[in-house]
């Protein structure tokens, strides 16, 4: 009986060890991406371009999303604005995935996620005239990583000046 | 550019229908077929012949390289090393010693000759069981010299469907895509191969980003998408003439394309509004139609061999399964139910199968199903792979694979790689850049 418990103990012992350690791997990679992520959506400026002051050109997804987060919401209101301002201007919105999908259903998510972009720039009073949509799936990464940083960076809408 | 083969082929002696050697094609083979490939015999002034014509020094020796050369990679057949064969090739393909070459453990013996006439390449094979001391079969061929690659893969295909009771598959080519350059910014390319890597040819400049070409299963016509102009479209291209056209009149980016059997209409998918639906055109009279109509991404579809039934990815669960519905959209079915995400559904030539890519838990697979979806059994696994295509006899897929970049993004490459359905025998194909996207060809003669 004694001989049971001391064994029980130890595995205890042994899984806190276990469950600790995989904690302290857990926090590391946390902090290595520390306040470029939130969930698997990139919040990063890394790669971000502007296409006037405080008016960012793209916005993020996550894995196998085409949902707009609150940050991807008002970067398309900035833009908006932005394209009210410049009446003249129309813009191609091109939508990107990450590397871990096959081909054709990226190019298919790429395009949903432009769309996406499109819909809430419309919502905004942007003509759909003016908005081209481009999927280019996997085909055009900005991040060569195989790392969740990179995919997150990559996975994204990119508004481009047509003219 | 290429062109038409004129091939005369008579049979020599009828085949007799004795139970001689089988190799069992529906295991895996771990024990290939020991078998000796004599080279050609050739008359000195033959030999001369085609020297000048083909640059080739004994074009005997160089047909039977390609007959060694594809028994091998198809991992059913074990060729013996010449060194070790006791007949001079003249003599063999008269009457082969049987007891030579059964002392070095050749059960299946190809002896023949190669003839220089009237400007043609003549060439005669026997296939022998030598066990049992007999002829298996004998052949013979005419064509113009410049077809001498063919003429070994016309030789490999007939020697593995009467020792397999299947079709062949070497003579036969294989459409890809050529990749070049940094993973941001690939150059691609259209690209085309003989099966086993000769003869390679790029079909565009690369000036604009191609993806997924796939072959006419009844003519030499590919159906791939290209950004010309930055509009992703689905194109038709000739590989004869070079001609090209855009395929339908679609208001947004059309892609995913296959032929129908028949070769008659293609099927793809149309984007707006991020919905993708499946079309397809019917190239005679243009006619468009819609097959599916559903707000997910419906895409990757890929009839059966009989046309009845398409079978094609879709994401109306809320994730990636495969699907099998009637050809008219009617009938649909989910059929993959196993852990993960599962893509690129193609239905084997044979028609029992489909034959997909899955992505669980970080892993691709390249794997196949039932056309129910029952009976899954995953081939392969690896970091990154997809785009199986079916040999013309659903007996090998052809995919392609990625690797994975290091922490400063390098060491990125793209390669073709070929496994049995079995699960064995996976291998690379040696392409001159890296590679993607493969389309087998059918027989190009029969």
């Known amino acids: ?163 | 550019m290429i062109k038409k083969i004129l091939i005369l082929l008579f049979i020599l002696i009828p085949i007799k229908a004795n139970a001689l050697i089988e190799v069992d094609i529906t295991r895996g083979n771990l024990n290939p077929l020991p078998l000796a490939v004599s080279p050609l015999s050739i008359d000195e002034e033959s030999r001369k012949g085609f020297e000048k014509i083909l640059k080739k020094e004994n074009i005997g020796s160089e047909i039977s390289n390609i007959v060694e050369n594809n028994l091998r990679t198809s991992g059913l057949f074990n060729p013996l090393d010449k060194k070790a064969f006791l007949q001079a090739p003249d003599i063999a393909n008269l009457k082969p010693r049987f007891e030579d070459w059964n002392l070095i453990k050749a059960q299946a013996l190809i002896t023949g000759k190669v003839n220089y006439i009237d400007d043609k390449l003549r060439v005669e094979f026997r296939l022998w069981d030598v066990l049992a001391a007999k002829e298996m079969m004998a052949l013979a061929f005419t064509t113009v010299p410049n077809n001498w690659r063919r003429v070994g893969h016309i030789i490999s295909d007939k020697v593995y469907e009467r020792l397999t009771g299947e079709k062949g598959y070497f003579d036969t080519r294989i459409i890809y895509v050529s990749e070049e350059g940094p993973k941001t910014q690939r150059i691609k390319k259209l690209a085309i191969m003989d099966q086993d890597g000769a003869n390679n040819k790029f079909l565009t400049l690369g000036n604009e980003l191609v993806l997924t070409p796939r072959f006419n299963p009844a003519s030499q016509m590919v159906t791939y998408l290209s950004y010309f102009k930055n509009m992703p479209r689905v194109y038709l291209l000739d590989i004869e003439t070079g001609t090209q056209e855009v395929v339908g009149d679609f208001p947004g980016m059309t892609f995913a394309p296959r032929f129908s059997p028949d070769g008659k209409k293609i099927i793809m998918s149309f984007a707006k509004d991020g919905k993708s639906d499946i079309y397809t055109m019917d190239l005679e009279n243009r006619i468009v139609e819609k097959i599916t109509n559903h707000p997910s991404i419906d895409t990757s579809p890929s009839y059966s061999p009989d046309g009845k039934y398409i079978t094609f990815n879709s994401d109306r669960s809320g994730y990636q399964q495969i699907y099998v519905m009637k050809n008219d959209g009617s009938d649909v079915k989910r059929i993959s139910f196993g852990n993960g995400l599962y893509g690129t559904p193609v239905w084997s030539p044979r028609g029992d199968l489909i034959a997909f890519t899955k992505l669980h838990k970080g892993k691709f697979y390249i794997g196949v199903m039932r056309t129910d979806g029952s009976g899954e059994r995953l081939l392969t696994e690896n970091y990154y792979q997809e785009a199986p295509s079916w040999s013309p006899n659903g007996r090998v897929l052809i995919f392609y694979r990625e690797t994975k970049t290091n922490s400063k993004g390098e060491g990125f490459s793209a390669k073709l790689w070929s496994i049995d359905l079995t699960g064995y025998n996976e291998r690379q194909i040696k392409t001159p850049t890296d590679a993607s996207d493969p389309s087998w060809s059918s027989l190009l003669s029969n």
């Open chain 1, 1 to 163: 009986m004694r001989l049971n418990k001391i064994l029980k103990n130890t595995l205890l012992v042994l899984t806190a060890c276990l469950v600790l350690s995989a904690c302290a791997t857990k926090k590391e990679v946390a902090t290595d991406i520390q306040g470029q992520m939130q969930g698997d959506v990139y919040t990063g400026t890394d790669t971000v371009e502007y296409l006037a002051d405080g008016v960012p050109d793209r916005v993020f997804f996550a894995t196998n999303e085409s949902i707009l987060t609150t940050a991807s919401r008002e970067t398309l209101r900035a833009q908006a604005a932005w394209l009210r301002k410049n009446p003249n201007i129309n813009v191609v919105l091109e939508g990107h995935a990450d590397e871990r999908g096959t081909r054709e259903y990226n190019l298919a998510l790429g395009e949903r996620r432009a769309n996406a972009a499109k819909d809430y720039l419309m919502t905004y009073g942007i003509s759909s005239d003016r908005i081209t949509v481009l999927s280019y799936g996997k085909e055009r990464p900005v991040d060569s990583g195989s790392n969740p940083l990179a995919w997150s960076k990559n996975r994204r809408s990119v508004t481009v000046k047509a003219n």
